[in-house]
């Protein structure tokens, strides 16, 4: 009777053990996919970040373009570049500073952008066309990143919070990671006045 209880004690013991290797691993993996999937988005976002001032350079070569939306985007773009996340500390509160800082710089490149619709020499500068013409691929890649981020975050969330993934990822230190979420006021349409 001893035997019987000390092989299925010592059964149990290993398939604890293995399936907790499993899950480890498995956490790991999922983790090492929403790390790449940050670096893609950091990527993204730093490509926006070297294209601005060649575009504020072309447009501050207009004089009478207003000096205080050049300011802004140069001051986002600051912002926006002092804000580093590494991906293996993706908290919701390191994550919502910097998500609160590319959002900054959005709206000043989208004040700038609006802008220079009053200057039609400017709207028709081959540098601008170009700079601008790239700024939005780049926003476009922004786009496909951050969805491509989410999903990964989305995947690793799911495991860590699945029974009896939870009991694991509790005992070997997995937290579930922030997304990325709309800026407010993103849920209203524009409203547009001629």
Request: aromatic share 10%.
């Amino acid at each position: 009777m001893k035997n019987s209880t000390a092989i299925i004690l010592i059964v149990l013991a290993l398939i604890l053990f293995f399936g907790g290797c499993n899950s480890y691993n498995s956490f790991v993996d999922k983790d090492q996919n929403v790390q790449t999937a940050w670096s893609k988005v950091q990527s993204a976002y730093q490509r926006r970040a070297d294209l601005i001032p060649n575009l504020v350079n072309t447009v501050k070569g207009y004089a009478d373009f207003e000096k205080s939306t050049l300011t802004e985007v140069v001051n986002a773009r600051a912002k926006a570049t002092s804000v580093n996340v590494d991906a293996g500390k993706l908290t919701p509160e390191t994550f919502k500073k910097f998500q609160e800082a590319q959002s900054g710089l959005s709206s000043a490149l989208s004040r700038l952008l609006v802008t220079v619709e009053r200057y039609p020499d400017l709207k028709a500068n081959q540098n601008f066309l170009e700079l601008q013409s790239q700024l939005e691929g780049t926003e476009n890649r922004i786009k496909v990143a951050r969805d491509k981020f989410n999903e990964e975050v989305k995947n690793y969330n799911k495991a860590v919070k699945k029974f009896p993934g939870n009991l694991y990822a509790g005992i070997f230190g997995f937290k579930a990671k922030p997304y990325f979420e709309a800026d407010k006021g993103a849920e209203k349409a524009p409203e547009v006045k001629f």
